[in-house]
C-alpha cells in the first residue's frame, strides 16, 4: 500500500472521528491537554517477548519479522498464522505505548524519532492487527479482517495526531492509555471484545530493526537475567553507551505485571 | 479478563516463558487450562487470593499453539492438576517442579546459599568463569541475593572492566530496592 493511500485512510479517519465526536457531544473546545500531546508525541515504540527469544536478540542485536526469521530458518512461518493470513509477515510488531504482550518477561523500547526513517515503508494502525482474527469483533462481518485491516494502515509518524485526538477526547485523561483502562467512549473504528490491544496503536516496521542505534531508548530484563551472557552483553552496551536499562526482581519469574509497571512507571518519568 | 476461577478447577498445561541454561533454576507463571473447557486456557498475568485465580487472560488453544510456535510458552507433554499455595519452578536440569510455595521456597533458598558457597570459593581460588557462572546460578534461584551482584562486580573489576562493574553496581541498587 503506498504513503498516499495511508495518508487518505488517515484522512478518512479524522473526518470519522469528528463526526463521531459532533454526534455524541464530546467534541473538544480548546486545545487538547499537554498531558495528551506530550504523549502522543513522545510516546514510545514497545516490543516484549520472552527470555530465552530476548536472549536470542540481544545476541544477533536485530528485531526480525517473522518472514525474516522464516527466511534465516529461525522459526517457520505457517501459512494460517495470523501475520500470513493478514498479509502482516514481512513487519516488526511494536506497540506505541508500554507493553502490552501478555506473558512476555524482557522489552526494549524506541525512541519515537525512529518512525521518521520508515515514512515509506512503516505504518500504523489504531489497534493490534493480529486482534482482527482472534479477539476482536467487527460491526461488519462481510468485511474481511484484510480489508478492514487495510482501511485503517495510517502513515508514521502521522498516526499520532489520531492518537493525540484520541487522548485528548476519548479517553477520561490521557494517562488512562498509558495504564491500559478502556476509553470512556469507544471511538469511530467499531471493534469489540478483546483487550486493551483494542485501541493500542501499533506500529508495523520492515523486515528488521538493529537494536544498538540511538534510537533505542530502553531495555528491560529482570535482575535475575544478568546471568545470561547475551542480556549481560545488552546491559553492559547500555551502560558503554548512556541508553537506560530499568531492572526489577522478577523472583516468580516471567512476571508480565513488574514488566508493564516499571514500562509506565518509567514513560511517565521520562515524559509527562 | 477471566471471571474468577476455583484453582481445583484449573489443570497445568504450561508455564508462561521459554528458559535457557542461564536462567535455571526459575519460579515461572503456570498457564491454566478449565478442566471442565479444555478450549479455555488462562494466561498470566493473573492474581491468586481465596483460592482462586482472578483477572487472568483467558484464551484459546490457538493462542496457545500460537505462543508455543513462537517460543513465548513452554508447553507440558501432560497437564497435571493445579492446587492452591503451589508453585511451579523448573530445575537447573530443566525439570519442572510443582510443589507446595513452602518447599520450593526452601529448594531454591538451598540452591541459592549452595551456589553463593561455592562461587566465593571458586572466587577466592582465582576461577572467575566459574564463579561467574555460580553466581548467575544463586541469582536464577533468588534474585535479591545482592552478594552474587557484588561477587559478579568483584569479577569484573578484577578484569578492570568499568562498564560491567558498573551495570553490576546498578542491579545492587534496585535489587535492595533503591
Known sequence: MSRERREENLRQLSARFDDYARLNMIERAGPVPPEAAALAQSVYLAHSTSETNFSAICESNRLLSPQRLHAERIRALRADSVEALLGTANAVFLYAGPFRFPATGCGVLFAAGLETNYKEGGLATPFDSGGLLHGFTRIDPAETPAAFLARHELPLPDHRRYLEASLGVLFSTPLDYLHGNDPAWPGPIGLTGGDRRRWTHEVRLPDQIDLRTGYLQAVFVPISRVADPHIYGMLRWCEHSGVDYVSFNASHGGDFETLKRECVDYITRQIL | ?178
Open chain 2, 1 to 178: 479478563m477471566a471471571a474468577p476461577r476455583q484453582i481445583t478447577e484449573l489443570e497445568i498445561v504450561g508455564y508462561a516463558t521459554v528458559l535457557k541454561d542461564t536462567m535455571v533454576p526459575s519460579v515461572v507463571p503456570p498457564v491454566f487450562r478449565l478442566k471442565a473447557d479444555p478450549s479455555c486456557i488462562l494466561f498470566p498475568p493473573y492474581a491468586f487470593s481465596g483460592g482462586s485465580v482472578w483477572n487472568a487472560t483467558e484464551a484459546s488453544p490457538h493462542d496457545l499453539e500460537r505462543l508455543a510456535e513462537r517460543n513465548e510458552i513452554t508447553r507440558f507433554e501432560r497437564p497435571f492438576p493445579a492446587q492452591g499455595d503451589f508453585e511451579l519452578w523448573v530445575d537447573q536440569k530443566m525439570a519442572a517442579h510443582y510443589e507446595p510455595r513452602a518447599k520450593a521456597d526452601e529448594a531454591l533458598r538451598s540452591i541459592a546459599n549452595d551456589s553463593i558457597r561455592d562461587a566465593r570459593e571458586a572466587f577466592a581460588g582465582g576461577n572467575q568463569a566459574e564463579a561467574d557462572r555460580l553466581c548467575g546460578v544463586a541469582l536464577s534461584a533468588d534474585d535479591r541475593l545482592v552478594e552474587a551482584l557484588a561477587i559478579k562486580a568483584a569479577i569484573r573489576r578484577q578484569r578492570r572492566d568499568a562498564a560491567g562493574e558498573r551495570v553490576m553496581g546498578k542491579l545492587a541498587s534496585r535489587a535492595l530496592g533503591l
